[in-house]
Structure formats: structure tokens, C-alpha cells
């Protein structure tokens, strides 16, 4: 089973703070997404890419980055984190065949 | 833009008794659907798609979808559902980018079922 690992279940960050969520997937998948969960808004896509060192923006890349250096490997980067990003990052990814996508466990973010 | 309506942010529901969840969508080509499973403190799984063929597609717990082009649905039913079934589920709709052939999903806002004994 292709699996998707987030290397970090929770986080906890300041104000201001450099903050790096960080995703790999382990079936050679072309494609890799970022989203952010929250109550009563669902999945919203940040960014996502379709190549390494490709990338395009989602629906809501404002204060956000992100980072494919390795096929395996989706990085997403919070410049500098403010309260309003407080939310559970989910990433996830899938092959060109593919039509449904592999999930992560999410990573839940605080920022104080 | 391709988009999915979940007009239920929550439906509670007894034990053994059965349960729909409400899935529409908006799409000018062809229509692959899916549901997903989200377990608290857990990322979301595929419970089941349509791609084509049979417009009832069905998934191993128990769960099956029809997919409707008339209505443009695809809702989600059990017959009877258990306590371990309460989660949240995510409707989805694949969007096709014309100009580079990019396919990805949008998700609706989700559906929490409430299993009570």
C-alpha cells in the first residue's frame, strides 16, 4: 500500500515563527498536495505540485511555500506564522493513473 | 469550476438504523466521484469511487454510493450503521485544468456522522 507519512502529528509554533511541515510518500507518485482542514470550510488546497521542483498555487497559497527537491519528498513552509493558520495540514499524493488520492494522518499546527 | 455541495455538516443517527449522505455536484465533463473517511485524529481514506460502468459502486464496510446524472448526486447510504461508523465523510469531485490536462480533487465540507447506541 503506497504510504504517505507527515513527520509530525502535532506542532506547536510562535507567532512570527519559520515554520516547515514536512511529507513523504513512498510509491513514486508524481503528484503531491497540500490542504488545510478546518470546521465547516473542509479540505482547502494550498499548493501543490506535479513534478519535482514544480509547483502551483491552490486556492489558498497566501503565507505559504513550498518545496520539492525529490519526487518522494513535499515540503510546505509557513514564512512566518501567525494565529490564523492554526489548522490541520493534511498532504497527500497520487500517480498520473491514479484518480483517488493517498492521505497523510495530518499534522495539527498551534500557533500562540 | 467543477465544485461539490454536502448541505448536511452533521447527522446523528441511532444505531442499526440507516443513514444517507447527502452528496451533489457540478460538473460539464465526464464525473469521477468519490467518498471519503476521515476517523477522529486520523487523515482520510478512499471508502469508494465512481469512474464509470456501474452507477452503484459499492465499498467493503458496507457502504454504497449511486451516482445519478439526472440529479447530479452521488449520496452516500448504509442500511445500518455502527458506533465505529461516526466520523466525518468528504465528498469529491475531480477537476480537469483544459489547458494542461491537470487532474485533481475538490472536496466538499464534509458530513459528520453522529453513531449513538
Known amino acids: 500500500d503506497v504510504k504517505v507519512t507527515q513527520s509530525s502529528r502535532y506542532l506547536v509554533k510562535r507567532t512570527g515563527e519559520k515554520v516547515f511541515l514536512e511529507c513523504v510518500q513512498d510509491m513514486d507518485h508524481e503528484n503531491m498536495f497540500w490542504y488545510r482542514q478546518d470546521p465547516g470550510l473542509g479540505l482547502r488546497l494550498i499548493y501543490f505540485s506535479y513534478d519535482v521542483k514544480m509547483k502551483e498555487k491552490g486556492d489558498i497559497p497566501e503565507g505559504y511555500s513550498v518545496s520539492r527537491e525529490k519526487k518522494e519528498r513535499f515540503s510546505l513552509i509557513l514564512e512566518s506564522a501567525s494565529t490564523n493558520q492554526t489548522s490541520m495540514y493534511l498532504c497527500a499524493s497520487n500517480g498520473v493513473s491514479n484518480y483517488g488520492y493517498t492521505f497523510g494522518s495530518g499534522t495539527r499546527l498551534t500557533v500562540v | 469550476a467543477q465544485s461539490v455541495t454536502q448541505l448536511d455538516s452533521q447527522v446523528p443517527v441511532f444505531e442499526e438504523a440507516p443513514v444517507e449522505l447527502r452528496c451533489n455536484y457540478s460538473?460539464?465533463?465526464?464525473?469521477?466521484l468519490f467518498w471519503y473517511v476521515q476517523y477522529p485524529n486520523q487523515g482520510l481514506q478512499l471508502l469508494l469511487k465512481y469512474l464509470s460502468g456501474s452507477t452503484l459502486v459499492e465499498s467493503i464496510n458496507g457502504f454504497e454510493a449511486e451516482f445519478n446524472k439526472s440529479q447530479t448526486s452521488f449520496h452516500l447510504r448504509k442500511p445500518s450503521v455502527h458506533i465505529s461508523d461516526t466520523a466525518e465523510y468528504f465528498c469529491?469531485?475531480?477537476?480537469?485544468?483544459?489547458?494542461?490536462?491537470?487532474?485533481?480533487?475538490?472536496f466538499g465540507t464534509g458530513t459528520r456522522l453522529l453513531v449513538s447506541p
Open positions: 469529491a469531485v475531480r477537476t480537469l485544468t483544459l489547458n494542461t490536462g491537470f487532474q485533481k480533487l475538490v
Open positions: 460538473s460539464s465533463v465526464s464525473v469521477y
